[in-house]
């Protein structure tokens, strides 16, 4: 669980018994207990299995695809990779391939909806580029209108595996993935995926430098 999970859980936990032991009234302690169940649930981060093999690229976190489409980039076209988390996934982020992290870029913005489009460039956000196996790939921790604080844990220069946790968005968000344009996709809009577990594309092994 992220520690997070825990901070929310005993406060709320306090804030019960607090209730119960001032007004003696047993009753008034239910709603935040049952935030405390919420807030540790929420928090929760499942082990994961990694697949393994060259050049596959895994979802950052888990949630639906709703977008797949190619783009054009300062270094080309790109293929981006979109993903959206409701309040009910798990918000723990990881990383997509392994590599050194060349680019963690922080921008401020808009707080709209993740399901929009334009919250993909408009929305707060933080930008990962991480450069291994022979190829490069961003990703994006997006703030959702709910999700109001992304987490990374990790700086310039430091070396990730694949799958390896690197952060949080609270609440509802999107995390988009940018792909080199010959990665080969293995999923679809509507697909449900799930950080460091579900492969979203591979790049085939005539194109790993």
């Known amino acids: 669980m992220v ?14 018994a607090a209730l119960v032991l001032f007004t003696g009234v047993w009753w008034l302690g239910i709603v935040p207990v049952l935030l405390a169940a919420f807030f540790l649930w929420f928090f929760r981060d499942p082990h ?14 888990d949630g639906v695809v709703t977008e797949t489409v190619s783009i054009q980039t300062p270094e080309g076209t790109r293929q981006r990779i979109s993903v959206f988390l409701n309040v009910f996934n798990v918000h723990v982020n990881r990383s997509p391939i392994a590599g050194v992290l060349t680019r963690v870029q922080y921008q401020k913005g808009l707080y709209l909806n993740a399901m929009n489009p334009a919250s993909a460039d408009r929305n707060e956000q933080n930008i990962v580029t991480v450069r291994g196996e022979g190829f490069e790939v961003t990703f994006k921790q997006i703030a959702g209108l709910i999700a109001r604080r992304i ?24 995390v988009d993935v940018i792909v080199p344009a010959e990665a080969e996709l293995k999923v679809k809009v509507g697909d449900k995926v799930k950080g460091g577990s579900s492969v979203l594309a591979a790049i085939p092994a005539g194109a790993i430098r």
Do not use: C, H, M
């Open 3 to 16: 520690r997070d999970g825990y901070v929310y859980g005993v406060v709320f936990l306090a804030v019960a």
């Open 151 to 174: 987490v990374f844990n990790l700086r310039e220069g430091e070396t990730v595996g694949r799958g390896q946790r690197v952060g949080l968005i609270k609440f509802g968000s999107r």
């Open 48 to 61: 994961r299995t990694i697949p393994a093999g060259a050049g596959l690229i895994v979802s950052p976190g």
